[in-house]
């Protein structure tokens, strides 16, 4: 099975847009600021963003997005990640890059980047998921970190952005293996070794996606999930998408209605426990019937 052409055009597209905003983000831009300028820069390519773009800083490992006027600003010092996903007609692609205002994470930054790389060495036809997770964990142990063990790499699927297979952050028992025709992201998290290595569900709820198509009981939330679905089919979406329709109260009402249905699922932003600095690194890999190749 070959691998679509959609996914190459979306990878083009999104380590253009990554490669951009690793060069011009800067401490006093604003996290809503950040999210406009790669959501906007890839419609401006021709691709539409595959959810809502990242921007998680510090002990926030991810799913934050900035939120209807969000007031928040990335800070000197800042260790902030910026993860963002590229689709054409649901052929996706997924990439994250961090970028760290602060020399004492250096380190942390660099380890991580490296765990991708070596990570992506291993990508074959038939090799196991939980040997990647190996050398991110052996690379991350070298350079005096923790992986984060309960975020993981993911096969991708149209309209999917985390489908059936798992690439974990170390080692795990019982993976399953790679096969040609697939596409892969790989997506190691790194922080303290004091850290235990798990990250939690934070406070901030901004990014979620569609279930399940069925009535809620409720005309307005049934008219939204509508909307989601002939937008955005199953692929997250943040309720600032829908500002100038909708007022902040009346957005979280309608979820709230969809949400008690599970009609709707919320991705809460994830968060080091401790308040350790965490960093992250993804590229997503077609691995075609001639090896893998990364899209992004
Ligand atoms: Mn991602
Ligand atoms: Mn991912």
Request: charged share 25%; hydrophobic share 40%; with cysteine.
């Amino acid at each position: 099975m070959s691998v679509p052409q959609e996914y190459f055009e979306a990878g083009r597209i999104a380590s253009e847009v990554r490669n951009n905003i690793r060069k011009t983000v800067r401490p006093g831009m604003s996290i809503l600021e950040i999210c406009n300028t790669v959501e906007n820069a890839v419609r401006s390519r021709g691709g539409k963003p595959a959810f809502p773009c990242n921007v998680s800083r510090n002990s926030v490992a991810a799913h934050y997005t900035a939120d209807i006027a969000d007031q928040s600003v990335l800070h000197d010092g800042d260790v902030v990640k910026i993860d963002m996903g590229v689709h054409i007609s649901g052929y996706l692609v997924d990439t994250a890059v961090t970028v760290c205002f602060n020399s004492a994470y250096d380190d942390l930054t660099q380890a991580t980047e490296t765990a991708l790389t070596e990570g992506i060495k291993l990508v074959k036809e038939g090799a196991r998921a939980g040997e990647i997770g190996r050398v991110i964990e052996s690379v991350a142990e070298r350079w005096g970190f923790r992986p984060i063990s309960n975020l993981c790499g993911h096969s991708i699927e149209p309209y999917r952005v985390h489908a059936g297979l798992s690439i974990p952050n170390a080692w795990m028992p019982g993976t399953r293996d790679l096969k040609a025709g697939s596409v892969y992201a790989i997506e190691p998290f790194l922080t303290s070794r004091e850290s235990f290595g798990e990250v939690d569900e934070g406070k901030a709820r901004n990014i979620y996606s569609l279930l399940a198509r069925k009535s809620s009981g409720d005309k307005a939330a049934d008219l939204f999930a509508e909307k989601i679905w002939n937008e955005y089919r199953t692929l997250p979406f943040a309720p600032r998408y829908w500002s100038n329709e909708y007022s902040k109260a009346e957005l979280q009402i309608i979820l709230n209605k969809l949400l008690a249905k599970k009609i709707v699922r919320v991705y809460p932003e994830l968060v080091e426990p401790a308040g350790k600095i965490v960093a992250q690194f993804e590229h997503s890999i077609a691995l075609t019937e001639e090896g893998p190749f990364v899209l992004t």
